[in-house]
């Protein structure tokens, strides 16, 4: 009968040096790189899309089958407001953008994201919020998208 595999430190295994912590070590970095490089290209897009979001008074991220972003831009323009619109789905970074308005926004699926003013204004309910509440369109007259 086979005698049971008593189990050995890893430190006695390797004579005392300190192999696994150095591993350990080099696994630290190599995961704080990888974290840094994907905050990177985090903040990349976040950068593009405020870039974006500050060309026009308003602007609306939207997906062309998404039928509350057909809602938000039916309410613009019967409001008589002309929007810049960025569908995601025609983007060829149009899933870069959307990790990025996810983040931003906290909730997924993150369109429609609208931006009034060079700011984050929120999604469907937000906007219809403040269209019930009397307020979308001040707020669109101090952005420059109304005249009126």
Not at 26 to 48: E, P, Q
Not at 81 to 105: F, S, Y
Request: proline share 6%; net charge positive.
């Amino acid at each position: 009968m086979a005698r049971p595999r008593r189990y050995r430190s890893p430190y006695r295994f390797f004579k005392g040096e300190l192999f696994f912590p150095q591993l350990f070590g080099a696994a630290l970095h190599h995961l704080l790189s990888f974290l840094a490089c994907k905050n990177t290209c985090i903040l990349h897009r976040m950068d593009k899309v405020m870039r974006l979001a500050s060309q026009r008074a308003v602007v609306v991220f939207s997906l062309s089958s998404c039928c509350m972003c057909h809602t938000i831009k039916r309410l613009f323009c019967e409001l008589g407001v002309n929007p810049a619109i960025h569908e995601l789905d025609e983007d060829p970074n149009g899933k870069d953008m959307e990790r990025a308005l996810a983040k931003m926004l906290g909730c997924n699926p993150p369109v429609p994201a609208v931006f009034i003013g060079g700011r984050l204004v929120g999604s469907t309910d937000r906007v219809m919020s403040l269209h019930l509440g009397s307020k979308l369109v001040p707020l669109l007259r101090d952005a420059g998208a109304l005249w009126l």
